[in-house]
């Protein structure tokens, strides 16, 4: 099967950012954003999942108005949003790595996720195989962040942690690697956006 991924060059250094984004808010982009400055991207794919398997679906939304949304939010020279995931049917993120193996080789991806991700990584399905395929950018997220740098992921790998401030060089590490990187923390969450739709359609 061959995928529509983003256009690229050979070597460019890539953050891949998967998320349900129900709906994508500034919270979301600043994520991307604070990944792109401080691990000198050249480019942030926003990967729209078709459904996350932890998530109930009706939890998920509709997957057009998630895409709609992601790239009315991701307006940005250097964001690119993609549906590539829903291409392959993958389900969770370790399938959508093994999706993307053709073109893992041909620039230096890293994965991005927010400290509440990597604070419950190894709730995900192949989660050992998540880590050992790219290297992790775990951004700062409200009340999660003691959580990750506690949690079970960061003790598994402990000794493949990069110091913050040489977090460009997590993009060329070969993996198991992952980098904390702080941020100012921002309110936005899709949950409360969703309860506050709910609230005024009453």
Known sequence: ???????FGEG??????GGSFNPAHYGHYMVALYALKRLELDWVWWLVSPQNPLKDPSETGEYAARLAS???????????????????????TAETLRGLKP????????????????????????WLE?????PLAVLARPGFSLRALGGPAATRFAEAQIPTNLAP?????NPPAWCFIPMPLRPESSTAIRKRAR????
């Open 130 to 134: 998540i880590s050992e395929t790219l």
């Open 169 to 173: 060089k997590l993009v060329t590490a």
């Open 70 to 92: 992601t790239r009315e939010v991701s307006k940005h020279p250097r964001f690119a949003v993609t549906d590539i995931e829903k291409q392959m049917g993958a389900r969770t």
């Open 12 to 17: 460019q250094r890539i953050g891949l950012f």
């Open 1 to 7: 099967m061959m995928l529509r991924a983003p256009a």
């Open 103 to 126: 073109l893992l080789g041909r620039a230096q991806f890293v994965w991005i996720m927010g400290a509440d991700s990597f604070a419950n990584l190894h709730h995900w399905h192949d």
């Open 199 to 202: 609230v005024k359609a009453v």
